[in-house]
Nanobody
């Protein structure tokens, strides 16, 4: 079972990045089990922050106040992948972004994280 993030990198302030979280070994849209997928981030010297989450169907999304209107979380169940589109990036968005999948059965999986660096 793996969650693999990709899409991080270095971008200038005001730029955009699209992160991907691909699952292997399990399926986000499995019948009988509900997966909520979230993106977290952790900046140097700070605690982990929930950035965005999305329900199984994609019909319910939640965002941290700091990213509302700039970030969009989406999922493609056919590709077993969740995306985080990040626009209007700011230096304070610099962090390691990590994908999490949590099920209603108590399963909890984490990716290895991807670095996002926004230069001013």
């Amino acid at each position: 079972v793996h969650l693999v993030e990709s899409g991080g990198g270095l971008v200038q302030s005001g730029g955009s990045l699209r992160l991907s979280c691909a699952a292997s070994g399990f399926t986000f849209s499995s019948v009988g089990i509900t997966w909520v997928v979230s993106w977290y981030r952790q900046a140097p010297g700070k605690g982990r922050e929930l950035v965005a989450s999305i329900s199984r169907s994609g019909g319910t999304t939640n965002y941290a106040d700091s990213v509302k209107g700039r970030f969009t979380i989406s999922r493609d169940n056919a590709k077993n992948t969740v995306f985080l589109q990040m626009n209007s990036l700011k230096p304070e968005d610099t962090a390691v972004y990590t994908c999490n999948a949590r099920s209603n059965w108590g399963l909890d999986y984490w990716g290895q994280g991807t670095q996002v660096t926004v230069s001013s």
